[in-house]
């Protein structure tokens, strides 16, 4: 298709447990960020890549969030020893990633559901 | 450092009447704007974005949102509300790294 795609739609895991997310950006895209939307914080930036680096990791709420993109496409977002405060929709986005960075139009997959038991 | 506040939560309007959606930022520099809709259990949808060229911004499905730097708002409006138009509405600007800062969110009613 010639959006983003995330998988899985749904994850259910048990409070303790590593899950991970993936992220598949539009073809051509060479930036990619990862948000959380939650019922208590609203929608929060967690991370960005330009390539395979990610020069902004400000949003990563804590040590057991980390991702990674290799091949400047795929990204996976790992998440160790859940907690329920971890329970959100986890959306992704990606852009052109051209100059003018503030003007990028970031164009969203329609997420990752993930409930922690 | 960058914010944005949606004045209302919820709106509620009937089909056919127009729709009025707030939208108040903070930025340090001149920022991009977008506004995003959100239907239920679906991903985020551009509607439309400023880039510091005309005021007036035009986007789909009739919506337009005029940017006044005087007043920092960027509000979002349509002529005549749709029932397809029932979702949520995020005001969103662009900071460094392009990171988005996102409203709180309008939630939108239209009623028959």
């Known amino acids: 298709g010639a959006g983003v795609s995330q998988s899985p739609s749904n994850k259910v895991t048990e409070k303790g447990k590593d899950v991970e997310l993936r992220c598949d950006p539009i073809s051509g895209h060479t930036a990619l960020y990862w948000y959380r939307q939650s019922l208590g914080q609203g929608l929060e930036f967690l991370i960005y890549f330009q390539g395979n680096s990610a020069p902004d990791k400000s949003g990563l709420p804590s040590d057991r969030f980390s991702a990674e993109r290799t091949g400047g496409s795929v990204s996976t977002l790992t998440i160790q020893r859940t907690q329920q405060e971890d329970s959100a929709v986890y959306l992704c986005a990606s852009s052109l990633g051209t100059g003018g960075w503030s003007t990028d139009t970031q164009y969203f997959g329609p997420g990752t559901r993930l409930t922690v038991l | 450092a960058q914010s944005v506040t949606q004045l209302d939560s919820h709106v509620s309007v009937s089909e056919g009447t127009p729709v009025l959606l707030r939208c108040n930022y903070s930025s340090s520099y001149s920022p991009s704007l977008f506004w995003y809709v959100q239907h239920p259990n679906k991903g985020l949808q551009l509607l439309l974005k400023?880039?510091?060229?005309?005021?007036l911004v035009k986007g789909i499905n009739g919506f337009e949102a005029e940017f006044k730097k005087s007043e920092t708002s960027f509000h979002l409006t349509k002529p005549s509300a749709h029932m397809s138009d029932a979702a949520e509405y995020f005001c969103v600007v662009s900071g460094a790294g392009n990171k988005l800062t996102f409203g709180g969110g309008t939630r939108v009613l239209v009623k028959p």
């Open positions: 400023y880039t510091s060229a005309a005021t």
